[in-house]
Nanobody
Framework: QLQASGGGWVQAGGSLRLSCAVS????????IGWFRQAPGKEREGLAY????????AYEDSVKGRFTISSDNAKNTVYLEMNSLKPEDTAVYYC???????????????????WGQGTQVTVSS
């Protein structure tokens, strides 16, 4: 199971930290990704992290502004979001993908387990 939290309302330029609490998984066998879906738009990937080795990857749209991290002791993955823009307004989801090698999954279809979303609203 995955439980996303930490969403809310923030003014443009502000920051938020999302959390994804993970349970019922063998942590070191999975990667966690953060995705979002804005109204009227397709869901898009943002950032990904491997619990096995801590490797990370980011989509260009958030590179330099968002940081993904994990606390393995707490079975939690975070998405630190800075310099938020109105276009970051969306429902944010975390999801889990099984790791079979050093390859870090980044395609949505590779993520089989999804949590419920948390709403982020950025006002101008």
């Amino acid at each position: 199971q995955l439980q996303a939290s930490g969403g809310g309302w923030v003014q443009a330029g502000g920051s938020l930290r999302l959390s994804c609490a993970v349970s019922s998984f063998r942590f070191d066998r999975y990667a966690i990704g953060w995705f979002r879906q804005a109204p009227g738009k397709e869901r898009e990937g943002l950032a990904y992290i491997s619990f096995r080795d801590g490797s990370t990857a980011y989509e260009d749209s958030v590179k330099g502004r968002f940081t993904i991290s994990s606390d393995n002791a707490k079975n939690t993955v975070y998405l630190e979001m800075n310099s938020l823009k109105p276009e970051d307004t969306a429902v944010y989801y975390c999801a889990a993908a099984r790791l079979y090698s050093d390859y870090l999954p980044w395609l949505q279809y590779e993520y089989a387990y999804w949590g419920q979303g948390t709403q982020v609203t950025v006002s101008s």
